[in-house]
């Protein structure tokens, strides 16, 4: 059973110097390695990391071709500026091989946590000598996997999995009595922009799991301009998480007078503060008819947009 800490009652500073201790303690005199998404949790566990052991922190960006346009650059910059090195690795073909033909979310997800953790960094891991992996696992993601709701790509001892005999290392998980709220905290507290600890959350499989079906090269390029619409869009309303949607079923359009077959974009926007429950967003009609306009005319194919106004539960925050 993990104790949770929650945001009200958690000691920052405290907390750091357990958790700096506790990575010092794991970790030795070795080397370890973590995965930098850009995204509140892992910019939180990376500085972490780096204050507990600096240059013997490995810190990669595995660029697996689901990101949000300009995500490597942008990443590395901005962790530059807080002295720590980013070295990007390139793995799209090993994910995209990977999603080929599979349609169901849970063996998306599946597809994913084999490729990152056996495929991309069991050869990332092997070639640094590293013997730990410190990873950014919530305690929501936790719940989520374990009431079956869905399987998160980080979780494996609650469900019985060894790491060390699964991959060859042992995974560090520093985060994992907090909720997103706690780890903003946190992150503010090491030093994180704003930019950075207010950032929107965003899923560990990235874009992926904002494509319903087969993840396709193609199917993520439009999944991408649509994100770029809705983020900018969205980006003042102060809500907790905005998203688009890539629906698998292609919708009747018309365009210049003609039939248009095309594909279906769902927007969601929602207010939350810890993920486990949300309400979606009150946009006003401007404000929707605005990213409608925005999306048919700038994301090739789409013919249809729709505002998601389902609470969590029964929705979840991602569709997959």
């Known amino acids: 059973m993990i104790k949770e800490i ?3 009652e958690l000691n920052t500073e405290n907390f750091i110097n357990d958790k700096v201790k506790e990575i010092r303690h794991m970790v030795g005199d070795g080397m370890a390695i973590n995965a930098l998404s850009g ?3 892992s910019s939180t566990v990376t500085m972490l990391g780096h204050r507990a052991l600096g240059k013997r922190l490995k810190t990669v960006f595995i660029e697996n071709g689901l990101m949000r346009e300009g995500e490597p650059e942008q990443v590395v910059r901005l962790f ?9 690795v390139d793995a799209n073909k090993e994910f995209f091989a990977a999603l080929k033909g599979i349609t169901d979310p849970e063996e998306k997800r599946e597809a994913i946590t084999q490729s990152f953790y056996k495929d991309v960094f069991g050869r990332i891991v092997k070639e640094s000598g590293a013997k730990h992996l410190i990873q950014g696992t919530i305690l929501t993601d936790i719940d989520e996997t374990v009431a079956g709701i869905k399987r998160q790509h ?13 991959f060859g ?9 907090l909720r997103k709220d706690g780890v903003r905290k946190v992150g503010k507290a090491l030093g994180l922009p704003a930019e950075l600890f207010e950032r929107i959350p965003f899923p560990g499989p ?3 799991a904002r494509v ?12 991408r301009k649509a994100t770029g619409v809705v983020e900018r869009l969205l980006k003042d309303t102060g809500a907790f998480q905005y998203m688009a949607i890539l629906h698998e079923d292609r919708v009747t359009g018309m365009r210049d007078g003609k039939r248009d077959f095309g594909q279906q974009i769902e927007v969601r926007c929602w207010e939350s503060v810890d993920a486990r429950t949300a309400t979606p967003t009150q946009l006003s009609f401007e404000i929707l008819e605005k990213l409608a306009g925005e999306i048919i005319r700038d994301v ?7 505002y998601n106004i389902t609470p969590k539960p029964p929705s979840t925050i991602e569709a997959v």
């Open 6 to 8: 929650t945001a009200q």
């Open 169 to 177: 290392y042992r995974i560090i998980e520093p985060l994992i009595q």
């Open 300 to 306: 090739p194919g789409i013919v249809s947009v729709t």
């Open 80 to 88: 530059q500026k807080l002295g720590v090195t980013v070295e990007v």
């Open 154 to 166: 980080n979780v494996f001892e609650q469900l019985g999995i060894d790491p060390k005999k699964a």
């Open 206 to 208: 990235a874009l992926s």
């Open 212 to 223: 319903i079906g087969e993840v396709t090269l193609e199917r993520i390029r439009t999944v």
């Open 39 to 41: 995204g509140v949790d």
